[in-house]
């Protein structure tokens, strides 16, 4: 457990920590996956492992969302060279949402196949972690990316008909 530990934690912090831009958080998250992983003992650990590290992800944005909301209220008005600042961020938070919704819409594979060929991960890696054919990789990445385009775009047409309605 010891060698897999090794091989996997680094990894595992780097994928995390490029979710969350925290470096002390994504430590904790891969902790907590780890101790997840001794308790179940799947059969297809690194699998397993990066699937529940993206849950916990999930979890955690809830978390601070709700937190977030929190702080809002109780926010002051903001001046004005704050509020355009403030303007941006939330025009990129709903960006990223956006990219969230439309990347938790896939099925499991490709979600996994898009976000470790995003975090710089070879073919080769992403084939091991995932356990499937290197050569497949290619292929396997072009069809997710068109997956995810087409859900990207009938969610944002479906959330551009909801204002258009409201």
């Not at 831009?21 to 998250?29: C, I, R, S, T």
């Not at 439309?102 to 084939?127: C, K, M, Q, T, V």
């Amino acid at each position: 457990m010891r060698a897999f530990f090794e091989t996997w934690y680094p990894q595992l912090v780097r994928f995390l920590h490029v979710r969350l831009g925290d470096h002390d958080q994504a430590e904790d998250l891969a902790q907590e996956a780890f101790v997840r992983l001794l308790a179940a003992r799947p059969r297809h650990a690194p699998a397993w492992l990066f699937t529940v590290a993206e849950n916990l992800l999930r979890d955690h944005a809830r978390q601070v969302a709700g937190r977030g909301r929190r702080l809002m209220l109780v926010a002051a008005v903001p001046q004005q060279g704050e509020s355009l600042e403030a303007e941006a961020r939330l025009l990129r938070e709903d960006v990223a949402a956006r990219v969230r919704r439309a990347l938790a819409a896939l099925p499991l594979r490709d979600r996994h196949l898009l976000l470790l060929r995003n975090d710089g991960f070879s073919y080769r890696e992403i084939a091991e972690r995932l356990e499937l054919a290197p050569s497949s990789i290619g292929s396997l990445t072009t069809r997710a990316q068109r997956r995810f385009l087409q859900v990207h775009e009938r969610l944002e047409a479906e959330e551009s008909g909801r204002v258009a309605s409201a």
